[in-house]
């Protein structure tokens, strides 16, 4: 089982920029397919962006594509979320998910969750 806690969150106005980190224990990192979905007041969950376990495929929802960077540092158990040029609607509780094997854009393929981290853009 591997444990996940997100960090990075925080309050910013519209234009910053912000990276979000998912630091993973108890398991190594590069077993596993790793996502960045959100959660905004009043909405379902959604899917952001993913990465596969070596870190060469990445895909991301039209909402954040152009804008937002995932990455992975296996050798860290880290993943990671470069957000830039921020928007009111990305306020939203940002968690990082696992599963194996493959990447997935679905929320409930994933066994694998950290409490979230709250991001807050300001216009």
């Known amino acids: 089982q591997v444990q996940l806690v997100e960090s990075g969150g925080g309050l910013v106005q519209a234009g910053d920029s912000l990276r979000l980190s998912c630091a993973a224990s108890?398991?190594?990192?590069?077993?596993?397919?790793m996502a960045w979905f959100r959660q905004a007041p009043g909405k379902e969950r959604e899917f952001v962006a993913h990465?596969?376990?070596?870190?060469?495929?990445?895909i991301y929802a039209d909402s954040v594509k152009g804008r937002f960077t995932i990455s992975r540092d296996n050798a860290k158990n880290t993943v990671y979320l470069q957000m830039n040029t921020l928007k009111p609607e990305d306020t939203a509780v940002y968690y990082c998910?696992?599963?194996?094997?493959?990447?997935?854009?679905?929320?409930?393929?994933?066994?694998?969750w950290g409490q979230g981290t709250r991001v807050t853009v300001s216009s």
């Open positions: 998910a696992g599963r194996r094997p493959s990447m997935s854009r679905v929320r409930d393929d994933y066994d694998y």
């Open positions: 108890g398991r190594t990192l590069s077993n596993y397919a």
């Open positions: 990465i596969s376990r070596s870190g060469g495929n990445t």
